[in-house]
T-cell receptor, first 114, second 112 residues
Framework: NAGVTQTPKFRVLKTGQSMTLLCAQD?????MYWYRQDPGMGLRLIHY???????AKGEVPDGYNVSRLKKQNFLLGLESAAPSQTSVYFC?????????????FGAGTRLSVL | DAKTTQPTSMDCAEGRAANLPCNHSTISGNEYVYWYRQIHSQGPQYIIHGLKNNETNEMASLIITEDRKSSTLILPHATLRDTAVYYC?????????????FGKGTKLSVIP
């Protein structure tokens, strides 16, 4: 019963390098989200998806791209990493059913950009 | 989504009940009260939610005042593993509401 799985758990990048963070969910949820959390702050929404093949911008989308080619996967890409993108990244999938509206989060990816 | 106000921090003795308050005086009739928590270095975790009736599950109880302007999350027998930041979120539910907005929350420290 995996839930939401994020890979990798940790990564160190040099400025200008690129990478892709993978989020996988096994709950058949339509909605998926990418957030970032900086020290002492709340979560900020980067991008989200309301279903396979769809993506939309959140609160802080600049410098990131996403893809949702398969329902169970939501990828977050950094094309040219910057030190300002040092953060903890959380993926979530969302269950909406009747009066239920719950987001399930992964364990996070800790990214440092030097 | 309605704004919420929570104390910055609270302490609770291990084994005692932890009562975490939340004020949401501008809540609308169709907004639910949700509670999540975030244990250090982990992703947020859903705890419980309610509209106007009190709710209980295996993790906690949620008491909502009759006027719905405030609520209290109760952890009946706090353990050290309950040390976390607890977030009270008020929001409309359903397909039109995409984002969870986490405020500062309450940092609960359970003390041995």
């Amino acid at each position: 019963n995996a839930g939401v799985t994020q890979t990798p758990k940790f990564r160190v990048l040099k400025t200008g390098q690129s990478m892709t963070l993978l989020c996988a969910q096994d709950m058949n949820h339509e909605y998926m989200y990418w957030y970032r959390q900086d020290p002492g702050m709340g979560l900020r929404l980067i991008h989200y998806s309301v279903g396979e093949g769809t993506t939309a911008k959140g609160e802080v989308p600049d410098g990131y791209n996403v893809s949702r080619l398969k329902k169970q996967n939501f990828l977050l890409g950094l094309e040219s990493a910057a030190p300002s993108q040092t953060s903890v990244y959380f993926c979530a999938s969302r269950k909406v059913a009747g009066g239920l509206d719950i987001q399930y989060f992964g364990a996070g990816t800790r990214l440092s950009v030097l | 989504d309605a704004k919420t106000t929570q104390p910055t921090s609270m302490d609770c003795a291990e084994g005692r009940a932890a009562n975490l308050p939340c004020n949401h005086s501008t809540i609308s009739g169709n907004e639910y009260v949700y509670w999540y928590r975030q244990i250090h270095s982990q992703g947020p975790q859903y705890i419980i939610h309610g509209l106007k009736n009190n709710e209980t599950n295996e993790m906690a109880s949620l008491i909502i005042t009759e006027d719905r302007k405030s609520s209290t999350l109760i952890l009946p027998h706090a353990t050290l593993r309950d040390t976390a930041v607890y977030y009270c979120i008020v929001r409309v539910v359903g397909a039109g509401s995409y984002q969870l907005t986490f405020g500062k929350g309450t940092k609960l420290s359970v003390i041995p």
